[in-house]
């Protein structure tokens, strides 16, 4: 039984590029949340999605970050315009019944 | 006053002996609590939940909680060298989106 999984696991960009990290949810779940855990801070909640909806994005910048979760294929994590301080892991975890998250292994981000 | 607080530690204990890890959170409302355990350059791993008051048992975790203070804990019997790693707490919002709100984790070193 396949657990969350995301990718990639490791992505570098320059300024001003954009980044794309994908996140698939456990088999069974329907519910996906995006979170952020910058150097030496703890891990910060983005948005939380269903498919095809977006239930709670409080946690998203308002400029330049976007989600999605498509009613086929992985939720998607976008970052526009990346600068340095975007840089930092960024997990993706699953629940079945919005209780319970299971993370997945997290993308880190790098900005050059 | 942060919405989740842990003492970041480190907390020292030797191999076998009992860790027990605290946490106190700020809204009253919370009604689902959570503990993850984070190895380093790893992604958070679900431990335990608990949602009433009282003690959860399962295996050599203990989780605790009381919501009159507001306090929520983890008992880890027989500790090994292997549970040496960031502990985090996670309290579910009042509004129960399924956002997670963590603390700053606490650092469990297990001495041989």
């Known amino acids: 039984n396949a657990g969350v999984m995301q990718n990639p696991r490791h992505l570098v960009r320059r300024r001003g590029q954009e980044a794309r990290l994908r996140c698939s949810p456990m088999k069974g779940h329907s519910h996906v949340y995006w979170y952020r855990q910058l150097p030496e801070e703890g891990l910060k909640f983005m948005v939380y999605?269903?498919?095809?909806?977006?239930?709670?994005e409080s946690g998203m910048p308002k400029e330049r970050f976007s989600a999605e979760f498509p009613k086929e294929g992985p939720s998607i994590l976008r970052i526009q315009q990346v600068v340095r301080g975007d840089s930092a892991a960024y997990f993706c975890?699953?629940?079945?019944?919005?209780?319970?998250?299971?993370f997945g292994p997290g993308t880190r981000l790098t900005v050059t | 006053q942060k919405e989740v607080e842990q003492n970041s530690g480190p907390l020292s204990v030797p191999e076998g002996a009992i860790a027990s890890l605290n946490c106190t959170y700020s809204?009253?409302?919370?009604?689902?609590f959570f503990w993850y355990r984070q190895y380093s350059g790893k992604s958070p791993e679900l431990i335990m939940s608990i949602y009433s008051n009282g003690d959860k048992e399962d295996g050599r975790f203990t989780a605790q909680l009381n919501k009159a203070s507001q306090y929520v804990s983890l008992l880890i019997r027989d500790s090994q060298p292997s549970d040496s790693a960031t502990y985090l707490c996670a309290v579910m919002g009042s509004s129960n989106t399924g956002k997670l709100i963590f603390g700053q984790g606490t650092t469990l070193q297990v001495k041989p």
């Open positions: 809204d009253r409302v919370s009604q689902s």
């Open positions: 975890a699953s629940s079945r019944w919005g209780d319970e998250q299971y």
């Open positions: 999605l269903q498919k095809e909806n977006i239930i709670d």
